[in-house]
């Protein structure tokens, strides 16, 4: 069996019919004649609902001049250009091939370890690095994530490189037209976004802010959310409530080893977290920005480099007050 494809030249190109990778809403094929490519199908289900925003969505980003930097950009599987089926159907958009193992891989508490067993604080913050600059240049663009799913965040065990998947359901504006991403996980939308239709809000710079917090979080702590099962109340519940238990005052670090992460991360890390799922959660001009971010973890790396905070990703004991960077012994 094949399984073929016209480029928007009418070329025909052969696809490996086994999926590389399938979801919900596509499967994902290998093009043999070009091994650093891969080509994005739609089910028949989803094209039959919305299959025409999303022909335009894809031709507009694909096409757009102001969007080229992003398609050369090795960050991104962005798409490349659409592609028909044999009989001249639009099917779905060729993209860059990504190899790397999902960031919700790296931030658990014990997946880390089969793909990272080295893993360390200063290589985290490297990876968060990366992925914060490739969030920073797309907010430059006018692209917003949106849809912050960190399993479409690969991370590249050979280096600090995080290259960010399924780009189609971002909110972008190109050639003239706002699309906006019409999905997301509720535990990662800020309270004015939740039981929202999506696909008819427009987020901006602050609404993303809260969802890139929760990500640095959530990779900072070994995969814990910060409003997770906390006071009765599930996650969703507790951003309602804007109830983050971590800081003074904050009404109990959950039991485990979240207090002692907790305690090695820097004090402006941490005073910039409490302020997002604070004041943030309904004040959101008090959500930090991802420029902010980005010179915090600078420092934060600096800082490691220099022996200055355990690197450890779950030291046994919680910073003392006598701490100067000796490192402590993991559990890693």
Not at 9 to 14: D, K, M, P, S, T
Not at 204 to 222: D, Q
Not at 226 to 252: K, Q
Not at 315 to 327: I, T, V
Request: aromatic content about 10%; glycine content about 8%.
């Amino acid at each position: 069996m094949t399984l073929t494809v016209l480029s928007p030249a009418g070329e025909r190109v052969q696809l490996n019919p086994q999926p590389l990778a399938q979801g919900g809403e596509a499967r994902v094929h290998e093009v043999p004649a070009f091994p650093r490519a891969v080509v994005k199908l739609y089910h028949p289900e989803v094209l039959a609902s919305r299959g025409d925003a999303l022909r335009q969505k894809i031709e507009a980003m694909s096409t757009d001049p102001k969007l080229a930097s992003l398609k050369k950009n090795p960050h991104l599987a962005w798409p490349l250009f659409g592609v028909r089926d044999a009989q001249g159907h639009w099917r779905g958009y060729a993209m860059r091939r990504v190899q790397g193992h999902a960031l919700n891989k790296m931030a658990h508490a014990m997946a880390y370890r089969e793909h990272w067993p080295a893993l360390d604080r200063l290589a985290v913050v490297n990876y968060l690095l990366s992925l914060f600059s490739t969030l920073q240049q797309l907010q430059q663009a006018g692209v917003l994530v949106g849809d912050f799913n960190p399993s479409n965040f690969l991370c590249d065990t050979r280096s600090y490189r995080v290259t960010c998947i399924d780009c189609d359901s971002w909110q972008v504006t190109a050639q003239g037209k706002l699309f906006a991403c019409p999905v997301s996980v509720p535990d990662m939308l800020p309270p004015e976004l939740l039981d929202k239709s999506l696909g008819q809000v427009q987020r901006t710079e602050r609404t993303e802010a809260f969802a890139i917090a929760i990500v640095l979080f959530k990779t900072l702590m070994l995969g814990r959310h910060p409003y997770d099962v906390v006071g009765g109340h599930g996650p969703v519940e507790n951003i309602r409530r804007g109830y983050f238990p971590y800081g003074l005052g904050g009404g109990g670090i959950p039991k485990g080893p979240w207090f002692n992460i907790w305690s090695h991360l820097p004090f402006k890390l941490k005073e910039q977290l409490i302020a997002t799922f604070k004041e943030g959660a309904h004040q959101p001009q008090h959500r930090t920005s991802l420029a902010h971010w980005l010179e915090l973890l600078t420092l934060y790396r600096k800082e490691l480099e220099k022996g200055w905070h355990d690197a450890a990703l779950r030291p046994l004991q919680p910073k003392s007050r006598d701490y100067r960077g000796h490192s402590q012994p993991s559990a890693a």
